[in-house]
């Protein structure tokens, strides 16, 4: 079999984009050709990352890119009138965008043998090219994209419309990949597809005794209770501020991160109610994380049930608190409650009010000596022989094998 010639579309931009990156590494190390269409709102040229070949679309209508303020999450300024008006604009202008950028990857794009989809944008612009030049399509769904964001709150008429379009792309892929088993069920149950599941864990790295956080922070010994990864509204973010008065004296809460809620909690860590308890530390490069994140003595992911995605989803933190070795308090969620009772590394509970997470943390905190040692060490070993990135690449590997099969031999095939 000789090496394919993959492209993926990626309906955003690949630098922080953390699954993304470490397939197209993946299938680089195979020996495969990987090219990566992105989209960009400024030119600019082709350029290597990992050792694929990322292509940066620019459409020529740039009227609405991904990350735009969106009057669907929150326009209370406006009356009635005003909000549909600017929903209308909002709908209409992403949606032009988005045929612009889906246009230009077929005038720049080359033929491919597979064509591989990210979300359900990556996969209409992936099956356009495969409809164009033959091949295979892979559909990578992230998350049920129609259960967020924006997505979750278009009129009905959309949605269903969008449904019918995912469903048919879906359909006549040749594999679908997904983050985790409830999601795969949900999307086995709308669309009639059987994804193989490959978590979004990070690739395992050195066990740690020692951080930078206790020490940039200067925090001694202090129970440290950490939320980490994006400060913005439905994440418990809310939530584990406000327990704070309920949790021990001595104990640190820090948030480390980024997003809409950095500059308030900013500001209160700097009030006397608040002085010394409350730390907020800017994000950091995701390479450098778990020499941050594994001074924590609970890690917390208090995600709440604003969404489907929510509730089904498998947070990468979840993955990088293992590989630190981190206890974490957790949603009590399908998946998230599975994972910790199956690995021992933690507790799933209400964290809906400050006082119900306050007493999760406190659960945790007040164990012997000797059991959150314990933890610590099941997190570990979880990370080391199941949720790290070399495990579960395996089978996105297989999948490519099977592709190998029928597009890799005697050249593309047209379906």
């Not at 206790?214 to 925090?219: A, C, E, F, S, T």
């Not at 509204?233 to 309920?246: F, N, Y």
């Not at 070795?325 to 969620?333: R, W």
């Amino acid at each position: 079999m000789r090496p394919l010639r993959i492209t993926m579309l990626l309906y955003g931009e690949i630098e922080h984009d953390s699954r993304v990156r470490r397939e197209m590494s993946t299938l680089v190390e195979l020996g495969h050709e990987v090219t990566v269409a992105t989209l960009y709102g400024k030119s600019r040229p082709p350029f290597e990352l990992d050792g694929a070949r990322i292509v940066p679309l620019r459409p020529a209508h740039r009227g609405l890119l991904p990350g735009a303020e969106s009057p669907f999450l929150g326009d209370r300024k406006r009356g009635r009138i005003g909000r549909l008006a600017a929903r209308g604009r909002w709908a209409a202008s992403y949606a032009t965008t988005f045929q612009y950028w889906r246009r230009a990857a077929g005038r720049q794009l080359p033929p491919a043998d597979v064509w591989h989809g990210h979300d359900l944008l990556g996969l209409l612009a992936a099956r356009d090219m495969q409809r164009r030049h033959g091949g295979g399509l892979v559909h990578d769904s992230h998350e049920l994209f129609l259960e967020a964001g924006s997505a979750a709150r278009l009129p009905s008429p959309v949605r269903k419309l969008l449904f019918r379009m995912e469903r048919g792309a879906s359909r006549k892929a040749d594999a679908v990949i997904t983050v985790n088993t409830s999601i795969a069920d949900e999307l086995d149950r709308r669309y009639g597809v059987q994804p193989v599941v490959v978590m979004n864990c990070p690739p395992l790295g050195p066990a740690r005794k020692k951080g930078k956080l206790r020490d940039h922070l200067g925090l001694g010994s202090r129970p440290v209770v950490l939320f980490h990864g994006a400060l913005s509204a439905g994440r418990g973010v809310e939530q584990l501020v406000d327990s704070l008065p309920l949790l021990p004296a001595e104990a640190a809460v820090v948030l480390l991160g980024y997003g809409e809620l950095t500059a308030p909690y900013s500001a209160l860590s700097a009030q006397a109610s608040h002085r010394g308890r409350l730390f907020v530390v800017p994000a950091v490069p995701i390479a450098d994380l778990p020499d941050w994140i594994c001074d924590a003595d609970v890690g917390v992911i208090a995600f709440q049930p604003v969404d489907r995605n929510n509730v089904l989803g498998t947070p990468n933190k979840l993955f990088e608190y293992l590989e630190a070795g981190v206890p974490m308090v957790v949603s009590d969620f399908p998946e998230m409650r599975r994972l910790v009772d199956e690995t021992g590394a933690g507790i799933a509970r209400d964290t809906s009010t400050p006082g119900s997470l306050a007493a999760a943390v406190r659960e945790l905190l007040d164990e012997p000596k000797s059991e959150r040692k314990s933890r610590k060490l099941r997190a570990r070993r979880a990370a080391e022989t199941t949720y790290n990135w070399a495990v579960q690449s395996q089978k996105l590997v297989a999948v490519y094998d099977r592709l190998n099969e029928r597009y890799g031999t005697n050249g593309s095939s047209t379906r």
